[in-house]
Every structure is written in C-alpha cells, then in structure tokens.
C-alpha cells in the first residue's frame, strides 16, 4: 500500500470488518441533550428500575422526581445558571444520579471529581473549572475543608452514604459508618447544607426547565490529557449522546431488561458514558458497587442480583476470579462484559471466559473521546489482543511524526475524528493546539498500527505517562511534589509493571540531604497525592540521565528499569498460573 499524502484519511477498512447489521454511521438527531434523553427514558421506563444500591432501588420514575427537586433548589436556593460549574465528589451511590441529572436540568455543566484526591489536587480541579458548588460526601469534608477558602466554591453541600435510604436502615448504616467504623474525619466547613433535606424540602413543581442543545457544555472531565498536568476536557451535549449512540449500536441491548455491574465510578468517564448514559438509554438497571475493593462483600452482592453486563478495568475481573467463592456466582444471564481503562490481560481474558461463559471484550478510548473510540466485536472467539475496530461515525488514522499516514501494519500514532471528540481543554489553548493536528485530528499519544481488517492494536505509548488501573498518572505532577520536599535534589517518576494494577508509580531520587529516607519522601506524597499516584518503588540514585540540554531522559530510566518490569512480568505469569491450577 503506497503512503497517502499529509491531511489524506486512509480507505476505511475496518468496515468490511463489521459484524453483521453494524450501522456504519450513527446520528444524534432524536436528542437534543442529555436532558432529552434522560426525559424519554424516565417517561418510557418510568416503573423500571434505574439504579440499586444495596439492596435499595430508584426507579425511573423516583429518579425523575428526585432529580427535579435538586434542580429546583439549584436554581432557586442557590441560584445558579446556565453555563455555572457544580462538582461532584462521591463514589457510587444513589445519589450521584440525582445531582447529576438534577443539576444538568438546570443547565449546570459537571465536574466530577476523584473522592480520593488529596487538597492540593482538589484545590486545583475546584479553581481550574471555577465550580461554584460542590456536592460532597461527608467522609471525605475534611479535605475540602483545607482548601475551600482558596477556592471559588460559595456553595457546600454534603451527603451521607445512607441518605437514599429508608429512615431505619439510613440511621443505622450512617451510624455504623460515623461512629462503629469511623469513616467520618472530624472537619468544620460552615454554612453546610444538607443533601438530604434538600430533596425532601424541594418541590419538583417549582423548577423551569432549561433548553439546552449538543453544543452547550455537559461535563468538564479532568484528565491528565495525552500530556502535561491535569485539565478540563469539554464534553458537549453532542460529544457524550454522540459516543452513547455509538455505544448503543455497538453492544446489541434488549431495552428495559438488562442490569450492568457499575464497578467502574461514575465519576470515570468509562462509567459515566458506557453504564450510565447507555443503559439509561435501554432503560436498564445499574446495579452500583461503593467500594469494589472489597471484594467479599461485592461477590455477595453478584451472587444476590441478576445481571446481564458487567463493565471493568483489567485489574477488577483478575480480582474477582481470584476469590474463592467467585464460581459460585451465576453467570447464567450474563451477555456483555468490557474490558477498557487499561489492556485486558490474556490469561485474564481466556480465564474469564472459561469461568463465566462470556467473551471479555476490550475496547479503547480516552477522556478526550467521550471516551470510546475502538471496541472489539462482541462475537469474537477468543482473545486476539487488539483494541477492536473503530466505532461507527469514527475514523481512525495511524500517523507517523510528518503527519503522513502508515502503511499496513506499521508503527505510528493512533489519530481520531468523529462526533465523540472534545472541543479542547477548558481555558487551555495552547494545550489543545497541541493534540490536534493542522488538518483536525486527536492525537491520542499512544503508538499503534491496523492490520488489513482494521484492527488496532496498541504498541507503545509515546509520551510518559503511567496507566494506574485505568487512571492517568503524569511523571511531572508526582516529580513537582516530591522535588517541593527538603532534601531532593532531583526526582524522575516512571510506569513499571505491577500484576494488580497493570503499572504502578516507580520513582528515582537524587539526594540533596544524605538523611533523607525512603518513608519521609513516601509521607509526603501521601500527604499531597491520592494512593494510585503514589510511588510504590523509590531508588536513590546519584545522577539521573539526560539530555544536552538538562533534559532528564525517562526513556533512559525505562530501559535500566526492564529486568526489573521482566520480573514483574515473570510474577504475574506465575500467579495467573497459579490460581488456573487451583480453579480447576
């Protein structure tokens, strides 16, 4: 094949590719925003279930008023308009759907926000989007509490984890969680308002519902981007209804009877596209797991409710098939299960299948795509280790550094155009010139060819950053930190391989203080970086490498690192080897 000319976009090969039925193109016209989705939905499905969380349900129906009456005090309490940022702070639970579709109603753009984050990353986020309210659960006030007078936050309002629930089982996990288990840091923010009496003392008769279109902004998802430190990527109306038709044409559902495992935070692009705005577009149920890291208590809660999809990140399926009671769970309904966030696994894959009878699928995207952008056929056999085939209205092009486009099975960088693009980093113009090429398309950082059928496969990833569970990690936002603290002369962070959670933070130092230890600098990244950015290997060394030009080569840092990551590598074969001989 003869290379085609810089700006050309190669012939779309992977469409021959596509299974049988699989629309080549998708359209967004029958919504006008996620709003309108979210109405048609809670209107058609009104008696169906739209999230449980356990053991406790909301229908379509309750969610739509429950969700009008957060919308009312939104614009009538706290008298926010069109366009004014609110951020949410909460894993899953029953009411993150309520702000976020409540707030959306009233024209509010969402910034979701890690619960994990320590204030320094909270801080950021908050004054970066400019939120102007923040919907937080009370277990994690503490950390707002040292960085809200350095915000433009006027709003608080805190949650407790049972407050969806009945009155006795509310006061009575809410008192477990307080003073049996306390989860509850002690904090002080003044002028708090309660989630709770919100949505009882608002009536959903008094909110005015707010036009809105595909061009008007739905979220602003932080990411690390393809490079540098933490921004807003803008996600339109347009951009997520855009990536759930693509989605939804895609995965085959039955409407108003599936239930997908939401594992996955919703606050993860991942989730919030593929479980939250998909099955709601079905009418599906998801069934939402707080804290998938225990995984006792999630297997339990698999083993009491009938499901039909499961979604997840490498890390989560190996964890699940490696408790002991996991074939004790029944897989009979299940039909769907995807891998994204991170590489599926072979040998996690193939077990999967094995164990569950249903192909795990690996798909591919990113914040800046809403995020899908290749996804496997569903139908595939077995493993075959490449992100899939691009989704419809999606084009993809592999590029080498001239802009010109590969041939066959050649190394370049992976590039996209379609309707699930972000229109650029939120006031970041020069960050967002820099992914886009001169003729329209994302680079997406990662290197990558397409074989004949138009299967991608990723190779390498051409910037440094590090892939933590499917989360983003960036070398110099760990190395600004860690060089703040006494005693570092110089830092250089890297990815090394880690059998739980794909990559893990490993981090090289030059003392400038002989007493410096390993746990001081490892305090003071706990102190400033939530756990997955944390270095879990540190090496002092006298020097680092670089360039001519003092640039510190962690290239160089990567190749010294490749027997230790051989050994990983060796570790995770031998593990994955061992709990196949103790399944069968």
Same mark, same amino acid.
């Given at each position: ?5 810089e700006?050309?976009?190669m012939d779309?090969r992977?469409l ?5 039925g699989m ?5 967004i ?11 048609q939905?809670c209107s058609k499905?009104? !008696?169906?279930? $739209?999230?449980?969380?356990?053991g406790?349900s909301l ?8 969700s009008?009456n957060?919308?009312?005090y939104?614009q009538?309490e706290?008298?926010?308009?069109k366009?004014?940022c609110?951020?949410?702070m ?5 009411q993150?759907p309520?702000?976020l579709?409540g707030?959306?109603?009233a024209?509010?753009? &969402?910034?979701n926000?890690?619960?994990l984050?320590?204030p320094r990353?909270?801080e950021h986020?908050l004054?970066d989007?400019?939120?102007k $309210?923040?919907?937080i659960?009370e277990?994690?006030a503490h950390?707002?509490?040292k960085c ?5 936050? =006027?709003?608080v309002?805190t949650t407790e984890? /049972?407050d ?6 509310r006061n009575?996990v809410n008192?477990?969680?307080?003073k049996?288990?306390?989860?509850v840091?002690?904090?002080? &923010?003044?002028?708090v308002?309660?989630f709770?009496k919100i ?11 707010i036009?809105l279109t595909?061009?008007d ?5 932080y990411?690390?981007?393809?490079? @540098?430190?933490s921004?807003?990527a803008i996600l339109t109306?347009g951009n997520?209804?855009s ?6 044409a895609?995965?085959?559902?039955k !409407?108003g009877?599936e239930?997908v495992v ?5 606050y993860h692009?991942?989730?919030l596209t593929?479980?939250c ?5 079905? /009418?599906?149920?998801?069934?939402l797991i ?10 339990k809660?698999l083993k009491n ?8 990140v ?5 964890a ?5 009671k996991?074939?004790?769970i ?5 039909t769907?299960?995807l @891998?994204g966030?991170m590489?599926? *696994?072979?040998a996690v894959a193939?077990r999967w299948? !094995?164990l569950?009878?249903?192909?795990l699928?690996?798909?591919?995207g ?11 056929p569903l139908?595939i056999?077995?493993?075959n280790?490449?992100?899939g ?8 092009s &592999?590029?080498?550094q ?8 050649e190394e370049?960088e992976?590039?996209v155009k379609?309707? *699930?693009v972000?229109r /650029?980093y939120?006031?970041?113009e020069? =960050?967002?010139?820099k992914?886009f090429?001169?003729?329209g398309w994302l ?8 074989d004949?059928g138009?299967y991608?496969?990723i190779v390498s990833? =051409?910037?440094?950053?590090?892939l933590v569970s499917?989360f983003?990690?960036?070398p110099?936002?760990i190395?600004?930190v ?7 002369s110089e830092?250089? $962070?890297i @990815?090394? $391989?880690d059998h739980k959670s794909? !990559?893990?933070v490993?981090?090289f ?5 002989p007493a410096?230890?390993?746990d001081v600098?490892k305090a003071?990244c706990?102190?400033?970086?939530t ?11 006298d020097?680092l ?5 003092g640039?510190i080569?962690?290239?160089a ?9 051989e050994k ?9 080897n061992n709990?196949e001989h &103790?399944?069968?």
């Open positions: 094949m003869m290379s085609t000319k700006g050309d976009i779309k992977w021959k590719s596509y299974p049988p629309p080549t193109s998708i359209s016209d029958d919504y006008n925003s996620i709003i309108d989705l979210f109405n939905s499905y009104s !008696e169906k279930q $739209a999230y449980l969380s356990m406790v229908t379509y129906n309750q969610l739509d008023q429950l009008k957060f919308a009312s939104v009538n706290l008298n926010l308009t366009g004014d609110l951020a949410i909460m894993p899953n639970l029953l993150y309520i702000v579709f707030a959306m109603r024209g509010i753009t &969402i910034v926000v890690n619960p984050y320590t990353e909270l986020q004054n989007s400019g939120a $309210a923040i919907v659960l277990n994690f950390v707002l509490e809200l007078t350095k915000t433009a936050v =006027e709003h309002i984890i /049972g969806c629930f009945g009155t006795l089982k009575l008192f477990v969680v307080k049996v288990k306390k989860m840091p002690p904090h002080s &923010i003044p002028q308002v309660s709770r949505i009882q003392k608002n009536k959903f008769n008094q909110f005015h519902p036009p595909h061009d902004i739905a979220f602003l998802q990411t690390g981007g393809t490079t @540098g430190v921004k807003g109306h997520m209804l990536n759930m038709q693509q989605a939804y895609w995965v085959n559902l !409407e009877c239930t939401t594992a996955l935070p919703l692009i991942f989730s593929a479980n705005l998909v099955f709601m577009r079905v /009418g599906g149920c998801n069934l707080t804290n998938p890291r225990d995984i006792p208590l999630f297997i809660t409710t009938d499901f039909t999809a499961i979604t997840g490498n890390t989560l399926f190996n699940l098939m490696n408790h002991p996991f074939t004790t029944d897989f009979s309904k299940l769907l299960s @891998g966030g590489a599926v *696994q072979e193939n299948k !094995e569950t009878g249903c192909t699928a690996e798909a591919y990113l914040t800046e795509t809403s995020p899908a952008v290749c996804v496997n139908d056999k077995e493993f280790g490449a992100i085939l691009p989704l419809p209205s999606t084009d993809v &592999i590029r080498r001239d802009n010109t486009e590969c041939d066959i099975n370049g992976l590039c379609g309707p *699930q972000m /650029g939120w006031n970041k020069e =960050e967002t010139k992914v090429t001169s003729d680079k997406t950082g990662d290197i990558a060819t397409m004949d138009g991608c496969r990833r =051409e910037k440094d950053m590090i499917g983003n990690v960036y110099n936002e190395e600004d860690v060089v703040s603290l006494n005693g570092v830092c250089a $962070a @990815g090394v $391989a794909g !990559e893990r490993k981090l130092v030059v003392k400038s203080d410096l230890t390993e600098i003071h706990k102190e400033n970086l756990d997955y950015k944390q270095p879990k290997y540190i090496e002092f060394r020097e490498p670089k360039t001519n030009v640039k080569l962690h290239r840092l990567r190749e010294t690192s490749h027997s230790f990551s990983m590598k060796d570790t995770i074969e031998t593990e994955l709990t &103790i399944s069968s």
